[in-house]
Structure formats: C-alpha cells, structure tokens
C-alpha cells in the first residue's frame, strides 16, 4: 500500500513539472509547424524543366530537419509562374495550417509572390537557392535571402576576377588592345534582365567591351531561336560568353548550340551564372571544355557527406539557421496561458523574425552568414568551377584570368595580384 502512495506521488511529482515546463516554454508542449514551398518533384511533372531543382531542395530538406527541434511540412506546389497558385499555397499554410515560418522556393516568379505574402501576413521566410535581385520587396522586413543578387556575382567576375586585365590596359598606350570582347546572353525575364544589366555595367566599368547583348525565351526549348542566338554570339567573335540561366535544360541547350556552333577547339570561355548551371542535372548531362561556372562558394569541409550541389547546401543552410532562430526564441516565449494561442503564433512570428536579423553565425556548407536591414546576406563569397564529364574542378581566380587573357590572344601579358 505504502509502495502504491509513493508511486502515485511520483506521477503527480511527473505531471507538475512537466506542466511548469510546459507552461514556461511553449516550445517543450508543442512543436512548430513550418511551411516549404518547392516546385513539384520529378514523378509529379518532367514538363517545367525545374523538377530535378526541387528534388535538390527536398533532399537539402531531409538532411537539414532535427524532429527533435521543430516539425517541417513539406509542401509541393507547382510554382510555375502563376500567381494564383502560389497564394493559393502560401495563405493556406498561413492561415489554415498555421505555420510559424516559412522556406522557399525554388523558381523565382513563385519566391517573388510567396515573398510578398509573407510580408503581407507577418511571416517570417527564408529564400535559400532562387537567385533572382528582385525577390523582395522594396518594404520588405519579414524576408532574408541566401543566395546573393546578381550585382555581386558581377562584381566577383569583373570588379576582381579580371579587374586586373583594367589595370595592365591603363599603362599601356594601345589600350583598346588590350580590351576583352564580351557577349552576354540572358533569359529574357526579370531574373535574367537584372543579371544582364548589372553584369554589363560592371564589365564596362572595367573597360570591358560588349560585343553581344542578347535574350532568349527561357522554359521553351526552341532549338530555332538558341541556333540564332549562337550564330550571332559567333558572328560578333568574342573571348568571353556569360550566361545567365535559372533552368538546367536551357543552360544545357545553349551550351551544346555555341560548341557546334563554334566547331570542335573554337569555342571561347563561357561562363554560367543561375541555377540551371549549378544545378546537378545540368552538370551530369552536360561536357564541354570550355564551360565554367560562378556559384556561392560551398564550403564542402563543413557540408554533410551527401550535400553535392550549392542547391542542396542552400536548404540545408536555411534549415539550420531557421533551426537557430527557434531555439533562440523558446526561452523568451512568454507562458501560454497569458495568451491566447493566435497570440501565441504571432509573437513567436515576430520574435523568429528578430532571430534572423540578429543572427551572426557560422553555418555548415556556407560559413558565416548574418542579413543586412534589407534581408539579403552580407557575406559574399563566390568560386569558379570547371564541368567536365559529370565532375567538378574549382579553378582559382588567377587561373581564370589566364584562361581568358590566352583566348583573347593577350597569354603575354603579366598580371600580378
């Protein structure tokens, strides 16, 4: 008898401090919903051109989830370009499914609008691989951006990576000489004007010339118009092609019209920019020997041993840091009963939301990420890779500039750092 009392006073000892707990951390009685947005897998639809993308960001998804932390819904959405279904998606896990945050998405027409919402509706959100400069909003203060914008892509290329080519043509009386001919192709959207425009600005700024500045239709595959688009990119013979491409099918197309196009050995440097050229479908499918590519540099040291791809790490990334904000917030939660559960949602929003800004850490696969006032990420580090037969080699800036120096016929001149 006396056994039974002690038990049962146990239980009751169990039963109170669990609630205290409960009641002091919300986190410990409940765990958080938080929504994903993607583009639709691979088995759902081969049509958008954008498949393999999402079933990167699904597996970035899997690596980088802790259940014990925090619970994540994955919600497949096929984005495409319309608006409607986008909100659709959004407001149902805002207002219906309730989430405290929210991750996404993969193209850039859809994080544009999810973006919007989630300043409309007070929710925090991180974008982690769409690389488009236009994504948030001009009032934005619920969104935060992995993925740098365009103009500091272009500011790596030409303001570092071959600035020094400005320098040798300034002290040399035959300047025009020395001037490297650039073509810039671009898909013809916001995303791809954007790139374009901060990329032309940029090379000019550095006495750069353009040669060829021209768009394609991007997510239609017209093997007429991409044939067009590299005879005239071979008629205006320049040393250096920058592409910019948010779909692997058209970054592939493209490649494979300049090296015909060129002939066998004639092709100059091109070098990729966007997804389509980061992506892994576009590297397995695609080897050329002259095709590079800039990407956020991934730090592969500090990576999971199955992040194989910049889109990968950006999820994960998102994942970890979103993981952080949370924790942050669990012990500042005030106790449940003083509010009413809606209220509870919104604070734990807002306080999320005050995570991120302050955040300043040191994340797997990316190294140190922190967010400027406008939400887009202060630490700017880029590399170029090679593509061959499926693998990638990094190359180092110096190596680049002398491969491009060598196409354009100026391999004597010397360039020191």
């Known amino acids: 008898m006396v056994r039974k009392k002690v038990l049962f006073l146990k239980v009751l000892i169990g039963l109170a401090v669990f609630m205290l707990i409960a009641g002091c951390n919300p986190a410990a009685a409940k765990k958080l919903l938080v929504g994903t947005l993607s583009s639709v897998s691979a088995e759902a639809s081969t049509e958008t051109g954008f498949s393999s993308l999402a079933d990167e960001q699904l597996d970035g998804y899997d690596l980088g989830l802790k259940k014990e932390v925090t619970r994540y819904h994955l919600t497949q959405a096929n984005e495409g370009n319309l608006s409607d279904d986008v909100q659709s998606v959004v407001r149902e896990m805002i207002e219906e499914n309730e989430v405290a945050a929210l991750l996404g998405a993969t193209t850039n027409e859809a994080t544009r609008r999810a973006a919007s919402l989630a300043n409309f509706f007070n929710v925090p959100m991180i974008i982690p691989a769409a690389d ?102 071979v008629s205006n013979e320049a040393d250096l092609i920058y592409i910019v491409s948010s779909n692997p099918a058209d970054a592939a197309l493209i490649t494979s019209a300049l090296d015909t196009e060129f002939g066998a050995g004639l092709t100059p440097a091109i070098l990729g920019q966007g997804n389509g050229f980061t992506s892994l479908e576009f590297q397995e499918a695609v080897n050329s020997d002259h095709l590079y590519v800039i990407r956020q540099a991934l730090d592969a040291e500090t990576c999971p041993e199955k992040i194989d791809s910049i889109q990968k790490a950006q999820v994960y990334a998102a994942a970890y840091l ?96």
Request: charged share 25%.
């Open 132 to 233: 488009g400069d236009t994504l948030l909003p001009s009032n934005n203060m619920w969104v935060f951006q992995l993925n740098a914008p365009s103009s500091a892509y272009a500011e790596y290329v030409f303001g570092n990576v071959l600035s020094k080519i400005n320098v040798s043509a300034a002290s040399t009386e035959d300047e025009s000489a020395l001037i490297i001919r650039l073509a810039i192709v671009y898909e013809e959207n916001t995303f791809g004007e954007s790139a374009a425009v901060a990329t032309a600005h940029t090379a000019m700024d550095q006495n750069i010339e353009i040669v060829y500045y021209g768009s394609y239709t991007p997510d239609v595959g017209d093997a007429r118009e991409i044939k067009t688009l590299a005879e005239n990119v």
């Open 322 to 417: 979103l993981e952080a904000a949370i924790l942050e917030t669990d012990t500042s939660m005030p106790r449940q009963k003083l509010f009413s559960t809606e209220d509870q949602l919104t604070i734990r929003r807002e306080k999320i939301r005050d995570a991120l800004k302050e955040l300043n850490i040191e994340v797997p696969c990316l190294g140190q990420v922190s967010f400027d006032n406008n939400g887009q990420i202060k630490e700017n580090n880029f590399e170029i890779f090679r593509v061959q037969a499926g693998e990638t080699h990094l190359i180092d800036a110096p190596g680049f500039r002398s491969l491009v120096l060598e196409i354009a016929g100026r391999d004597e001149l010397i360039i020191t750092d």
